[in-house]
């Protein structure tokens, strides 16, 4: 008889955003990310600065689009005598 897993009904609500964003604990992408705007020598004249952070907003708008129901595979069943 195959084993079947139960997920919890918030797999189909959690987002993969949700996810990356909890992972990194308030780490910043880059230097001039951070709170205390870092040490970056590049930053009187940085012309990146603007562009890493709307690649960085599409990125998790990207990621807030997808719940952990869609990259979850289905239970694969165990075929009897194997693990």
Known sequence: ???KVRTSP???SITLG???RALEGGSA???CFREDGGACALT???RLKARL???RESFMRE???TTLADCAYPARSRRRGVG
């Open 1 to 3: 008889m195959p084993t």
């Open 10 to 12: 918030a797999i189909k």
């Open 53 to 55: 952070a709307a690649a």
């Open 63 to 65: 990621l807030d689009k």
């Open 29 to 31: 992408l880059v230097e």
């Open 44 to 46: 009187p004249r940085c």
């Open 18 to 20: 949700e996810v990356v």
